[in-house]
């Protein structure tokens, strides 16, 4: 079955970085959408992050805009997210997600449109 495994997270100041991994197993990632939701305390899961298939049109968040990035390297099967000027309302579990079928493109970026998903990874933040 599918796994995706999340890595990097930990607790971090306000205005540092961290890089978080999503390595998959039995999926091919350059066949499918791929991207990163979070979901602080009390909240609803959200989107961060996603990149396409096919790289192109890569969208963000806008509370994330200019310090996140999202890559993928195919020849590793990982995707990353990099973080930089972390602020403590980025505090939150982060979920590596893939779309329920290859070669499809993320259209309203809904949860629904997501078929496979990681276990998280905690990011914490102290002002």
């Known amino acids: 079955q599918v796994q995706l495994v999340e890595s990097g997270g930990g607790l971090v100041q306000a205005g540092e970085s961290l890089r978080l991994s999503c390595a998959a197993s039995r999926l091919i990632l350059s066949r499918y959408s791929m991207g990163w939701f979070r979901q602080a305390p009390g909240k609803e899961r959200e989107f961060v992050a996603t990149l396409n298939w096919n790289g192109v049109g890569k969208r963000y968040v806008d509370s994330v805009k200019g310090r996140f990035t999202i890559s993928a390297d195919n020849a590793k099967n990982t995707v990353y997210l990099q973080m930089t000027s972390l602020k403590p309302e980025d505090t939150a579990v982060y979920f590596c997600?893939?779309?329920?079928?290859?070669?499809?493109?993320?259209?309203?970026?809904?949860?629904?449109?997501?078929?496979?998903w990681g276990q998280g990874t905690q990011v914490t933040v102290s002002s």
């Open positions: 997600a893939a779309a329920r079928n290859p070669w499809t493109l993320w259209a309203t970026i809904s949860l629904n449109e997501v078929g496979y």
